[in-house]
């Protein structure tokens, strides 16, 4: 196909599906990655917390306000063509926080294989649009063999032990060795993340870190 031919595409594509401010949906520039209004509320610095193993996470907002119905709508609403503007801010704190490190992979917390469609695959096309964005190539590391109970609507004194076996490796392989970073898309108590890094620490990465889209713990900021 010529260039030529391929950009008219693209733009025909944009003029059909224009992209869309993730936090108000206004239409929005090709180059955009949130509309005037929202890009000069936008906080300056991300949020660092940790999963409930200790693993370092790195968040671009809080689980709050039009975040978090940014989120919910990519989750829950079919709203998939935001995944790319809100892996951007994902991508922007990855670099800020971890600007020094050449991870060799990015993975994702897995989904059990029957669970609900809608809002399966959220922090799988997440970490897929960090990857393409941070060159870095995306991996399935982890698989999750059992059904267990939504988190949120546990009780947090039960949220630890719903997670604990859930998830299982794929292939050490992929993992040994190297600089992994695993993506999700809210960290709330630490808990799924945390059982996640467990098991990808099993199979000895040099180096594990983890990012998410939005996180529920207010009190520390980078
Ligand atoms: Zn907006």
Known sequence: MSGKLLFSICKLKYFVFPKRCPF??????????????????????????????????????????????????????NRKYYTDTL?????????????????DIITSVPRYKGENRKSQNCSKRLAIA???????????????????????NLPKTMRKTNVQGVYKLKDEALVKGKKVLICDDIITTGFTLGECCIVLKSAKPTLLFSCSLCTAQKFRKA
């Open 24 to 77: 108000c949906d206004a239409v929005i520039g090709n180059d955009d990655f949130a509309c005037s209004d929202c890009k000069s509320d936008l906080p300056e610095k991300g949020y660092v917390t940790y999963t409930s193993s200790g693993v370092r996470c790195v968040s671009p907002f809080l689980y709050d306000g039009v975040y978090a119905k940014a989120v919910r709508l990519l989750k829950f609403h």
């Open 87 to 103: 892996a951007h801010f994902i991508a922007k704190e990855v670099k800020r926080q971890y600007g020094n490190i050449q991870f």
């Open 130 to 152: 960090v990857a393409r964005i941070l060159n870095i190539r995306y991996e399935e590391t982890l698989i999750k063999d059992k059904q267990n109970q939504k988190q949120h």
